[in-house]
């Protein structure tokens, strides 16, 4: 199992309502995350591998399984390119 792991000294965030915003601390750049984004992110725990999200975000939304695994994989390839989060 390879966990995923946020890149915490790389970021700073905080809870606004049901949004997760991000800043990179690099360079100030602000995300904001709601929705399925927001859950994937909390569910980044060190714990869980891609499939352990995807199987945790299922629970929770339901869904197509094929396309939430391309969904997840596209947030977590953006994550990693800008160095937020890494795989164990």
Do not use: C, P, Y
């Not at 060190?46 to 975000?57: F, P, S």
């Amino acid at each position: 199992m390879n966990a995923l792991t946020k890149q915490r000294d790389r970021f700073a965030e905080t809870d606004v309502d049901d949004e997760i915003v991000l800043m990179r601390l690099d360079n100030g750049e602000f995300f904001s995350m709601a929705g399925t984004a927001a859950a994937t992110w909390r569910l980044i725990d060190g714990k869980r591998d891609r499939a352990g999200l995807v199987a945790a975000l299922f629970e929770t939304f339901g869904g197509d399984t094929a396309a939430m695994a391309a969904d997840v994989d596209a947030f977590l390839d953006a994550l990693r390119e800008m160095g937020l989060i890494a795989i164990d």
